[in-house]
C-alpha cells in the first residue's frame, strides 16, 4: 500500500497548484492533506471522506477558498487545488489515509493520529 504525493514546485504569490495523491494497493474511504512548514508542527489542510455517491469534504480556516480537494474515483486519486497562493502556504504537503475502512467521523478528520498511511511529501514554495 501506498501514496504517493506529487505537483508542488515553485510559484508566485497569487499563483495557483494542483497536488495529487495517487493510492495504489487499495482504495482510501478517507484522504487528508496536511502540511508541515520549516521548524512548525505538521498541520491539517484538508480532508475528503466518502459520504454515499459523493463525498464530504473540510478545510482549515487558512485555506477556506483557496483551496478545493476532489477525487478522481477511477485513477484512485485525490487532487488539491490551491489558488490563491501565499508565502506562508510553503511547507511540504503531505497526504494520508486511515487504515480502517470505516468512515471516520468529521471532528476526527483533522487529526494527525486519524491517519496510518502517509505519501513522501511534496514541497510547495511561493516567492512572495
Known amino acids: 500500500v501506498q501514496l504517493q504525493a506529487s505537483g508542488g514546485g515553485l510559484v508566485q504569490a497569487g499563483g495557483s497548484l494542483r497536488l495529487s495523491c495517487a493510492a495504489s494497493g487499495r482504495t482510501f474511504n478517507t484522504v487528508g492533506w496536511f502540511r508541515q512548514a520549516p521548524g512548525k508542527e505538521r498541520e491539517f489542510v484538508a480532508a475528503h471522506r466518502r459520504s454515499g455517491m459523493g463525498g464530504m469534504t473540510t478545510y482549515a480556516d487558512s485555506v477556506k477558498g483557496r483551496f478545493t480537494i476532489s477525487r478522481d474515483n477511477a485513477k484512485n486519486t485525490v487532487y488539491l487545488q490551491m489558488n490563491s497562493l501565499k508565502a506562508e502556504d510553503t511547507a511540504v504537503y503531505y497526504c494520508?489515509?486511515?487504515?480502517?475502512?470505516?468512515?471516520?467521523?468529521?471532528?476526527?478528520?483533522?487529526?494527525?493520529?486519524?491517519?496510518?498511511?502517509w505519501g513522501q511529501g511534496t514541497l510547495v514554495t511561493v516567492s512572495s
Open positions: 494520508a489515509a486511515p487504515s480502517t475502512t470505516n468512515l471516520p467521523i468529521s471532528s476526527s478528520l483533522p487529526r494527525l493520529a486519524t491517519y496510518d498511511y
